[in-house]
């Protein structure tokens, strides 16, 4: 396979355009974190993150998995716009029927406990709509990442020049989330209209498909929740219950996490829809092996400057950051090889439901060590980042091993 060859692969195109787009989507916020950390206090900076933990909560639920499931479904389906526009018609319809579901709930949580203010909810319930309502999966199935790159890079920007421009004082943490609210909505806007520059459109589905679509996405939302024990709810979790400066200096780490997971699950959704439709393992194998080995020389270079990148980024108040920022990067390497190994992988052997199972025992496994840390008073960011680490490595071990078995069993039935 020459280069000319390489450039015009779809694979290779796609992820070119998930690169960008995962550049602004972590880029974005990193450039704007180094002058909140410093112009909001430390516990204004927590209340921020907590917030931002929530709303990746919600989005998760409303998703229901429709990022992996959807995704499947929709290059299953090839060019077929009428099925196609049905399927996107009753995905939206079943996210409207979570949204008022979170919305409740969003509610009812703010007159019980009452930590964050009843602006701080309908805020998250904008930036939850937006977020979660963004076709990211319709455009990555049909493997024209470009057009959502374009209006989410545009999203981004002005997110970043709002901040800058409205931003100057320590109690301005809500005003904050306003901004990136007003602007993942302008994003919104303009990923539907993208569907219909793309010859599709949003359809009315019957009972019987919104059911099936419904049904067909359970097991992939079951594996996303599970996940989000271990990634998006963990800052909720220990602001909760250790402080909003636990929450800020866990944050902070896991930031700097989420810029290298730019690469990580670029490659893995970029081969996915690929994999569903060609099955060739052989490429998988050489992309994740080379990207894999680069991916570590970095992660011990970032290591060695962990506080000097720190200190720059955040300044003096996150220096208990380091340490966190250091496991993080273990966990990079190692979400990297679980993430490919995951959907991609398994998407060449048909055996998908494999992926969500991992996922779902690391979330049990991450569950059963939060109980413990908090049965013991113990919980600190420290303490679950290390319990990352050890869900992480789970779940990786359980993917490789479980591919390569069904992988050489397969082959020996073959040879039978």
Not at 16 to 34: E, S
Not at 244 to 267: N, P
């Amino acid at each position: 396979m020459n280069i000319q060859t390489i450039l015009k692969h779809s694979v290779f195109k796609n992820a070119v355009a998930l690169v960008i787009l995962q550049f602004f989507n972590v880029v974005g916020p990193l450039l704007v974190i180094p002058y909140l950390s410093r112009v909001l206090d430390i516990e204004g900076f927590g209340q921020l993150m907590l917030v931002l933990s929530l709303s990746s909560i919600c989005v998760i639920i409303i998703d229901f998995g429709f990022n992996l499931s959807a995704t499947y479904n929709i290059a299953k389906l090839q060019s077929d716009k009428d099925a196609i526009s049905k399927y996107i018609g009753g995905v939206y319809l079943i996210k409207i029927i979570l949204l008022i579901l979170v919305s409740s709930i969003l509610l009812l949580y703010y007159s019980y406990k009452g930590s964050i203010g009843i602006e701080y909810v309908f805020v998250v319930i904008l930036n939850v709509f937006s977020i979660s309502f963004l076709p990211t999966w319709f455009f990555q199935a049909i493997e024209k990442m470009k057009n959502i790159t374009l209006f989410v890079s545009i999203s981004k920007i002005l997110y970043v020049c709002l901040v800058f421009l409205f931003i100057h004082e320590q109690n301005e943490t809500l005003r904050v989330f306003v901004i990136l609210a007003i602007s993942n909505f302008i994003g919104l806007l303009m990923a539907i209209k993208f569907i219909y520059n793309e010859g599709f459109s949003i359809l009315r589905p019957s009972f019987s498909q919104v059911k099936e679509i419904f049904s067909n996405s359970v097991e992939y939302f079951i594996s996303r929740v599970s996940v989000t024990l271990y990634t998006s709810a963990c800052t909720f979790f220990i602001g909760s219950f250790s402080g909003l400066g636990q929450a800020a200096i866990y944050s902070a780490g896991e930031k700097l996490y989420q810029a290298s997971q730019v690469l990580t699950s670029t490659i893995a959704q970029a081969l996915f829809p690929y994999m569903v439709k060609n099955k060739k393992s052989n490429l998988f194998f050489y992309v994740t092996l080379i990207v894999g080995i680069i991916l570590s020389l970095g992660c011990v270079v970032t290591s060695y400057f962990a506080k000097d990148i720190v200190l720059i980024v955040y300044g003096h108040n996150f220096i208990d950051s380091v340490p966190i920022l250091k496991i993080f990067l273990i966990i990079t390497v190692i979400n990297f090889i679980a993430v490919n190994y995951g959907y991609p992988a398994f998407s060449t052997i048909d055996k998908n439901h494999i992926a969500n199972y991992s996922v779902i025992c690391g979330g049990v496994v991450q569950l059963l060590i939060l109980i413990a840390l908090y049965m013991n008073s113990s919980i600190t960011a420290y303490n679950v980042v290390i319990s990352i680490l050890i869900t992480e490595t789970v779940v990786m071990l359980i993917r490789v091993v479980t591919f390569y078995y069904f992988k050489i069993y397969g082959l020996k039935n073959e040879n039978k």
